[in-house]
Antibody
Framework: EVQLVESGGGLVQPGGSLRLSCAAS????????MSWVRQAPGKGLEWVAN????????YYVDSVKGRFTISRDNAKNSLYLQMNSLRAEDTAVYYC???????????????WGKGTTVTVSS | SYVLTQPPSVSVAPGKTARITCGGN??????VHWYQQKPGQAPVLVIY???DRPSGIPERFSGSNSGNTATLTISRVEAGDEADYYC?????????????FGGGTKLTVL
């Protein structure tokens, strides 16, 4: 069964750091782009970051550039999101998702984890 | 940056057809993907590449894309279709390509 399982969420103070993990199983992890997508309470989906199969390309939404780092370990079938200098507005459910890309034409996410909750509050 | 505009809500009676639009500048030149999200659950891909359905998605779900509007159509709507729906594109027009979501549309089955 194709599966993504996020972990690492929790309560953190503003300015603090957190590292999210996503464990993949049931497919060849190293063959896919991967993404993090978040959803603030009562709000819509917001893309956070993408990473290419070999980690050579990474893209971020402007609001997290310089604060968040996406990475992966293909040997461990795992995706990560290092989040530093956290702000209240980063409070959200964070989803890990598997991506499919075709050059400059399209990118979509066909497998999603259940999400992990990050709360930034003092 | 590229903007996708969806109506906040759409209502439809059971058995009727629901149409959810997604507007964007020349969106017809992009590939549009649609996700369904039920309360407390992760999103599920229901349409990709404008009109293709992943395995397991009922044929009642279809998509189209032309000009400045993409549309998700749900035929013979059922109570279980009640959910939030999001359109999404890949904006590769800059040196920093990014994923763009619409604001989401809440589908209510009357």
């Amino acid at each position: 069964e194709v599966q993504l399982v996020e972990s690492g969420g929790g309560l953190v103070q503003p300015g603090g750091s957190l590292r999210l993990s996503c464990a993949a199983s049931g497919f060849t992890f190293s063959s896919y782009w991967m993404s993090w997508v978040r959803q603030a309470p009562g709000k819509g989906l917001e893309w956070v970051a993408n990473i290419k199969q070999d980690g050579s390309e990474k893209y971020y939404v402007d609001s997290v550039k310089g604060r968040f780092t996406i990475s992966r370990d293909n040997a461990k079938n795992s995706l990560y999101l290092q989040m530093n200098s956290l702000r209240a507005e980063d409070t959200a459910v964070y989803y890990c998702a598997r991506g499919t890309i075709a050059a400059a034409n399209y990118y979509y996410m066909d497998v999603w984890g259940k999400g992990t909750t990050v709360t930034v509050s003092s | 940056s590229y903007v996708l505009t969806q109506p906040p809500s759409v209502s439809v009676a059971p058995g009727k057809t629901a149409r959810i639009t997604c507007g964007g500048n020349n969106i017809g030149s992009k590939s549009v993907h649609w996700y369904q999200q039920k309360p407390g659950q992760a999103p599920v891909l229901v349409i990709y590449y404008d009109s293709d359905r992943p395995s397991g998605i009922p044929e009642r779900f279809s998509g189209s894309n032309s000009g400045n509007t993409a549309t998700l159509t749900i035929s013979r709507v059922e109570a279980g279709d009640e959910a939030d729906y999001y359109c999404q594109v890949w904006d590769s027009s800059s040196d920093h390509p990014n994923v763009v979501f619409g604001g989401g549309t809440k589908l209510t089955v009357l």
